[in-house]
């Protein structure tokens, strides 16, 4: 007996686009900008522990690896903010044409990149290297 075909999945059907890419990005920052949430409260909850913890928690938080994650986590802010933003214009009916969508997610991209390393910089010299 012939199994009938079955309806494949939409991301099998398309070619990959760059859209595909930009709303898994904005997916996977929103899951890591949770994931830095507990390194905010970690650092809160030391700050209320005692000088002791919190010498303890600025250590920790100043390893490389946590930098980079910080680092991961603020890209993710950024990008999730500017395309949030564009979210926001498509809720109200704007940048659905092709070529404007096109270059708000370059835009917002780009400019999340931006937007990161300008920040990064900004507040690892007023904080005294410790961002």
Not at 32 to 48: I, K, R
Not at 53 to 81: E, K, N
């Amino acid at each position: 007996m012939a199994q009938p075909e079955r309806p494949l999945s939409p991301f099998m059907q398309y070619r990959w686009q760059y859209t595909n890419t930009l709303s898994i990005l904005h997916r996977v920052t929103g899951i890591l900008l949770s994931l830095c949430f507990f390194v905010l409260v970690y650092w809160f909850a030391a700050a209320g522990a005692g000088p002791e913890r919190y010498a303890s928690a600025i250590a920790t938080i100043g390893s490389p690896f946590v930098q980079l994650v910080l680092f991961a986590g603020l890209f993710s802010f950024c990008y999730h903010f500017l395309n949030g933003i564009r979210h926001l214009f498509w809720d109200a009916g704007y940048g659905f044409d092709l070529p404007i969508a096109r270059k708000t997610g370059w835009a917002a991209a780009i400019g999340a990149v931006v937007l990161t390393v300008v920040l990064w910089l900004v507040l690892g010299l007023s904080l005294g290297g410790a961002a």
